[in-house]
């Protein structure tokens, strides 16, 4: 589970490095400092997802990732919910799940 966590937020930074339309999408949320943040981003998920590739820091990592999920899932996902219920969960599907499993994670590891 943990190299699976490791591959969607490494793939997910990887994405915003190569992919122009991601990145705008990114740049498109209403952050402040937008370019500062995508390369934030960028980072913690390259940072914190080798951290969790290899082992090393599982707890430590989690715990910026949470982060991300959460702010992706308020600027993200929670504005869908004027569209109906069931809209809103399959769009956040992806993002609840990661979050449950980084909070796991954060459970089953040591300092």
Known sequence: MRVTV???FITSA???????EVANHFLG???P?????????????????MLLLVNKAVKNAVVPLIGIMIVALLLSK???????L?????SARLDIVMLVLLIYLYKQYPH
């Open 86 to 90: 069931l809209p809103f969960a399959f």
């Open 29 to 31: 949320l209403g952050l």
């Open 33 to 49: 400092y937008p370019h500062l943040m995508l390369k934030l981003a960028i980072l913690i998920e390259i940072v914190c997802g």
């Open 14 to 20: 990887l994405m915003k490095l190569m992919s122009t």
């Open 6 to 8: 490791a591959y969607v």
């Open 78 to 84: 929670v504005p869908l919910l004027h569209t109906g």
